[in-house]
């Protein structure tokens, strides 16, 4: 039976209960387009796999649930958020906490940084940047593939607003500790906007846990936009749970001579997509999608990229990693479009992934339209075992067979992570890897804040 | 228990997908003999080291193989080589992503367990690493990387003997280690297997060329041929294949096989 009409109910009756609710001081800027987004979600739907993007992630796990309450915080969440009482264990990083979606100071939340960059909640933001916040927002975001982002449009109340004006930067990565803490099972929409302005340099490292056991499902999506030869860098950390769904769209519009990198890092979680949307609008530009997962159990877990070459002269590689155990299932869905001006394209793709049980499934798909002539394109998709070989090369050497696994699947995995450009972070996300792969990762235990 | 042998090996017969491989190969080894192994082409050389060091391609269908006193066959590859065994590949593995300073660490220190000690301090495994390589004149810079990974085939055979020098085995079988090397490799390489001997470690050398035996002086040298030793005899053996190539043994040996079939007829 389609567990769908049911939800779209439920999400109708919010919707029209919405501006009473969790919606009432919403600005006007981002209200703007929520009716229209709604309508265009009810056309589209929740996607099925008739949806090409969605051709191997039944997300019926996560959608079809009958969650409890749609997430608005009341004070007293700010107040049980104030509990975690949080300590910057490591100063390579400047961070802040968001639960549930929301900064648990409320909206008096934008502070700048040593060095001139804004960071706080879309709310706060709305006040504060009213022209350049309607300049950017929404105008990134695809309406028209996938109805989760209009749904996210039309009902998310709050999120990060990251800003870099023009030629600023900050030394230190900035980390976001996506929080979920409830005593129900919660649907969570967040909406994030990066604004990184002409010669501009930003990292970002969002992190999303799970605190407590309850089913969640959160549906992010985030825009980007990378100015003329800004720099910016995102990585995403997911350690959540089996009852988590976590569904995110990123889109990164990039101006010319510009830089960006994203680098997915899906250590857990029920169900995970990640859908990652870049854009090359100006030539001379640079861009890379990085992804890693690990999926045991039941766990679903697909990546899906679009890298649009709308410009010339502009290069980009997509290297996407996966290892499967037990009835996990993962999907990889990789397009390169390059229009028809985009000349002297360079485009790499790379998919490896490793499965470790007989039942474990995945399912990799590249699509490559190219309009151009001048373009250098490559693909290459690979679901293997261990390598034998090198498995027998360390046992050889006296390491135990079960640490000689580690040791592979580790190297495998490091190929991904060493593309991420901060040292302090690539050691980080290297030990987070090597807990996870030896059983060892509890929820906070790897985070840069200790909770308690 | 206190045999004479090192290592003893009797009536080995081993297959590969069915097909015979070795077809009953003893050798016996006593510590600090130095023992070549020469003969053609697919003849079985390597999958004797495979089968000493238990890779599974090979499947042992019949004779044992005792190393100080204990079944070697019973045992996994990573027990064997914390028991002292070391194969020095003829191929050796590119593996992206693990450090060679990783590698070695958790070698080392999975051997130090079994023999019942702790591990190495950070200080005293790098000094350890710097002694080695110096030894067998490895670069630096090559440590610092992945194992093997974008090194040339003169590199990943000087490392195989960096990983020998730092394991310090009982027995040592070195799958021609030689081969791809210049001269100057070659005296490095062979020069790193000497310093690295103590009197009691034992080596066999699996080799094609008398060079290497030049530098590793053997007390033995066996021929093998289709599965079999066929010839066994002092250093000279070697100089007499140098210069008279395989063929005359090829045709004894068939021929011997040929009287040994009509016998049995
Ligand atoms: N992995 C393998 N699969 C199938 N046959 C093999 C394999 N390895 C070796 N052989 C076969 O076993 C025989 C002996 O090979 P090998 O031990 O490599 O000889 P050598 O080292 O003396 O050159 C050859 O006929 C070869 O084709
Ligand atoms: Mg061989």
Redesign the interface.
């Known amino acids: 039976m389609d567990y769908r009409p049911e939800v779209i109910k439920a999400l109708t009756e919010l919707w029209s209960g919405s501006y009473k609710t969790f919606l009432k001081d919403s600005p006007d800027i981002y209200n703007r387009y929520r009716a229209g987004a709604f309508d265009d979600f009810l056309r589209m739907g929740i996607p099925d796999r008739k949806n090409e993007a969605y051709k191997y992630t039944n997300l019926e796990k996560s959608f079809g649930y009958r969650y409890e309450k749609y997430y608005s915080p009341v004070p007293a969440d700010f107040k049980e958020a104030e509990k975690f009482h949080c300590e910057v264990e490591d100063l390579d990083v400047w961070n802040m906490v968001l639960l549930n979606g929301f900064f648990p100071h409320g909206e008096e939340g934008l502070v700048m940084l040593p060095g001139g960059i804004w960071v706080g909640s879309m709310k706060a933001a709305a006040k504060q940047f009213p022209a350049l916040v309607e300049k950017h927002y929404n105008k990134y975001a695809s309406n028209e593939n996938d109805g989760l982002v209009p749904l996210n449009t039309a009902l998310a109340s709050d999120g990060l607003f990251l800003y870099a004006p023009r030629k600023t930067s900050y030394t230190k990565p900035i980390q976001i500790v996506n929080l979920l803490h409830s005593d129900k099972d919660i649907f969570a929409q967040d909406r994030n906007l990066v604004i990184v302005e002409e010669g501009a340099q930003l990292s970002l490292l969002v992190c999303d846990h799970a605190l407590s056991p309850q089913h969640y499902l959160t549906n992010t999506v985030t825009e980007v936009f990378v100015g003329q030869n800004a720099r910016f860098e995102i990585i995403r950390v997911q350690n959540q749970h089996n009852n988590s769904g976590k569904i995110t769209h990123t889109f990164i519009h990039q101006e010319r001579d510009s830089y960006a990198s994203s680098n997915n890092i899906t250590l857990h979680g029920g169900l995970v997509r990640n859908a990652t949307w870049h854009s090359l609008e100006g030539e001379n530009s640079e861009t890379h999608s990085y992804g890693l997962f690990f999926a045991d159990k039941q766990q679903h877990v697909a990546n899906f990229v679009k890298v649009d070459h709308a410009a010339p002269n502009c290069n980009s590689t997509q290297l996407f990693k996966g290892v499967l155990d037990d009835n996990s299932s993962g999907a990889f869905n990789g397009r390169i479009m390059v229009h028809q001006n985009a000349q002297k394209t360079n485009a790499y793709q790379s998919n490896n992934n490793i499965i470790l049980s007989d039942t474990a499934r995945m399912d990799t798909k590249p699509q490559l339209e190219i309009y151009a002539d001048d373009v250098k394109c490559s693909h290459g998709a690979t679901v293997g075992q261990l ?1 034998e ?2 498995l ?10 079960h ?2 696994k580690l ?2 699947m ?6 991904v992570i ?1 593309n991420i450009s901060i040292e302090a972070l690539r050691d980080r996300i290297d030990n987070l890897v090597l807990q996870r792969l030896r059983g060892e990762l509890s929820r906070c235990a790897s985070c840069a804040i200790q909770c308690n | 228990m206190n045999s004479e042998f090192l290592i003893q090996i009797k009536e080995l017969k081993a297959s590969i997908d069915n097909k015979e491989i070795l077809k009953g190969v003893s050798l016996e080894v006593k510590p600090g003999e130095i023992h070549a192994i020469m003969g053609p082409n697919g003849s079985g050389k390597s999958t004797l080291a495979n089968v000493l060091t238990g890779r599974e391609i090979a499947k042992v269908t019949h004779g044992t193989v005792v190393f100080e006193g204990k079944d070697l066959l019973g045992m996994s590859p990573e027990e064997r080589a914390r028991e002292g065994i070391f194969l020095s590949f003829q191929y050796p593995i590119e593996i992206p992503g693990v450090s060679m300073v990783n590698f070695m660490k958790t070698a080392i220190n999975e051997q130090r367990k079994h023999r019942g000690l702790e591990p190495l301090s950070a200080s005293d495994f790098l000094r350890l690493m710097r002694e080695k390589k110096e030894l067998v004149e490895i670069d630096s810079a090559l440590t610092n990387r992945s194992v093997n990974e974008g090194f040339s085939g003169g590199e990943k055979k000087k490392n195989e003997i960096f990983q020998m020098a730092m394991l310090e085995p009982r027995l040592a079988l070195l799958d021609e280690t030689d081969s791809g090397l210049d001269i100057d490799a070659l005296r490095i390489v062979a020069n790193g297997v000497n310093k690295i001997r103590r009197p009691d470690t034992s080596v066999i050398v699996i080799t094609h060329y008398q060079r290497l035996l030049d530098y590793i002086v053997p007390d033995f040298v066996h021929v093998m041929y289709d599965g079999r030793i066929v010839r066994s005899a002092g250093p000279e053996l070697a100089l007499e294949l140098e210069e008279r190539g395989y063929d005359w043994i090829r045709k004894e040996a068939d021929v011997s096989e040929e009287t040994w079939t009509t016998d049995r007829k």
């Open positions: 390598d070989d090198a027998f090369y360390l046992r050889s050497r006296g390491i135990d067979e640490e000689a040791m592979l580790f190297g495998f995995a490091h190929d060493k």
